[in-house]
C-alpha cells in the first residue's frame, strides 16, 4: 500500500518564476494539505482541499494557490517565486473523519535562486 | 491563538536513558495531539497521538502524557535508543466541519549516544 508520493523530490526554480508540485495521498484518503518546512524549523500549514474545494487556509500570499482532483491527487503552485520560498513542500493525506492522522509523504525540496 | 511551544530545542541522552519533550498550546479548539518523527530527507512519520480527553497513552517505548487543564502535553521515550536520534514535532490539529489545519511545534533534535 503506497505512502503519500510527491514528485518532483527536487527543484531548482529562478526567481519570479511559476512552480507546480503533485501530490498522490495514500490509498483510501480523501483530504489532502500542504506545508512549507523551512530549514530548521516546523511545517507552517499553507492550505486543505476536500472534494475538490480549498477548506482551509494558512496565512500564506495569493501566490500560493491549489487544485484538487477527482482522484484525490493534489498540485500546489507558487507564482512570482521569492528566494524565501526556498523550502520543502510537505503533501499531507488523512481521511475527514475526527481525529484521522495525517499521513506525510518525503516533499519536495524547491530551492529558488 | 494557533501557537504550539516545544521544548527543549535539542536533548542529548544516553543510550538506555529517558527522552522527555515538552509541549504546551493555548487554542482549546484543538481536539487531536499526534506527534512525528522526521528523519533527514523524509517527511515527518506519524509516532504516537492521544485525544484531549485521555490523559496518557503508551506504544512500545513511547508514552504520551496529556494535562488538559494545563494545557500541556509530553512526549517520553524510554530505553533511547541511537535509531531515535532524529528530530521531533508535537503538534495540534483543529478540525471544523471538513476543515483540517496541523499546527506544529518548532521541533527537538534528539541525539542519543551509544
Known amino acids: 500500500d503506497a505512502g503519500v508520493t510527491q514528485s518532483p523530490t527536487h527543484l531548482i526554480k529562478t526567481r519570479g518564476q511559476q512552480v507546480t508540485l503533485r501530490c498522490s495521498p495514500k490509498s483510501g484518503h480523501d483530504t489532502v494539505s500542504w506545508y512549507q518546512q523551512a530549514l530548521g524549523q516546523g511545517p507552517q500549514f499553507i492550505f486543505q482541499y476536500y472534494e475538490e474545494e480549498e477548506r482551509q487556509r494558512g496565512n500564506f500570499p495569493d501566490r500560493f494557490s491549489g487544485h484538487q482532483f477527482p482522484n484525490y491527487s493534489s498540485e500546489l503552485n507558487v507564482n512570482a517565486l521569492l528566494l524565501g520560498d526556498s523550502a520543502l513542500y510537505l503533501c499531507?493525506?488523512?481521511?475527514?473523519?475526527?481525529?484521522?492522522?495525517?499521513?506525510f509523504g518525503n516533499g519536495t525540496r524547491l530551492t529558488v535562486t | 491563538q494557533q501557537q504550539v511551544k516545544q521544548s527543549p530545542q535539542s536533548l542529548i541522552v544516553q543510550k538506555g536513558g529517558i527522552s522527555i519533550i515538552n509541549c504546551a498550546y493555548e487554542n482549546t479548539a484543538f481536539d487531536y495531539f499526534p506527534w512525528y518523527q522526521q528523519f533527514p530527507g523524509k517527511g515527518p512519520a506519524l509516532l504516537i497521538a492521544i485525544r484531549p480527553d485521555v490523559s496518557e497513552k503508551k506504544e512500545g517505548r513511547f508514552t504520551i502524557s496529556f494535562n488538559k487543564s494545563a494545557k500541556q502535553f509530553s512526549l517520553h521515550i524510554m530505553d533511547s535508543q541511537p535509531g531515535d536520534s532524529a528530530t521531533y514535532f508535537c503538534?495540534?490539529?483543529?478540525?471544523?466541519?471538513?476543515?483540517?489545519?496541523?499546527?506544529f511545534g518548532s521541533g527537538t533534535q534528539l541525539t542519543v549516544l551509544p
Open positions: 503538534a495540534a490539529l483543529r478540525t471544523s466541519g471538513s476543515a483540517r489545519q496541523l499546527t
Open positions: 499531507a493525506s488523512s481521511f475527514l473523519g475526527q481525529n484521522s492522522p495525517l499521513h
